[in-house]
């Protein structure tokens, strides 16, 4: 069982900027299809924001409308590790931001979140 950890959330002011951190917490030898960003904001649907897909050791990035320019995903490979960048924050960007990794066809690992609050 693999269990991702993010990291890097806390508070920020509007404009400001963040980056977040996804990894396994332990030594792991699975290795990801894809690696990926989601938020979830009070009250609100869970919301895709960027994901990775691998080939190889190189990735191919896609991101969702609402973060596209103002989000940068990125990753390692073989440490398994994807961060966020995240410039120009908003209010409206507040929510738990979640990681999730898996191989195609099956059902992805997921970690706890980790808390952005962006200060109006």
């Known amino acids: 069982q693999?269990?991702?950890?993010?990291?890097?959330?806390?508070?920020?002011?509007?404009?400001?900027s963040l980056r977040l951190s996804c990894a396994p917490s332990g030594r792991t030898f699975a290795s990801f299809?894809?690696?990926?960003?989601?938020?979830q904001a009070p009250g609100k649907d869970q919301e895709f924001l960027a994901q990775i897909n691998?080939?190889?050791?190189?990735?191919?990035?896609?991101?969702?409308?609402?973060?596209?320019?103002?989000?940068?995903?990125s990753g390692?490979?073989?440490?398994?590790?994807?961060y966020?960048?995240?410039?120009?924050?908003?209010?409206?960007d507040t929510a738990v931001y979640y990681c999730n990794a898996g191989r195609r066809?099956?059902?992805?690992y997921w970690g706890q979140g980790t808390q952005v609050t962006v200060s109006s």
């Open 84 to 92: 966020l960048q995240m410039n120009s924050l908003k209010h409206e």
């Open 2 to 16: 693999v269990q991702l950890v993010e990291s890097g959330g806390g508070l920020a002011e509007a404009g400001g």
């Open 76 to 82: 390692d490979k073989p440490e398994n590790t994807i």
């Open 105 to 108: 066809g099956d059902h992805p």
């Open 33 to 39: 299809d894809y690696m990926g960003w989601f938020r």
């Open 54 to 73: 691998w080939s190889g050791d190189s990735g191919t990035a896609n991101y969702a409308d609402s973060v596209k320019g103002r989000f940068t995903i």
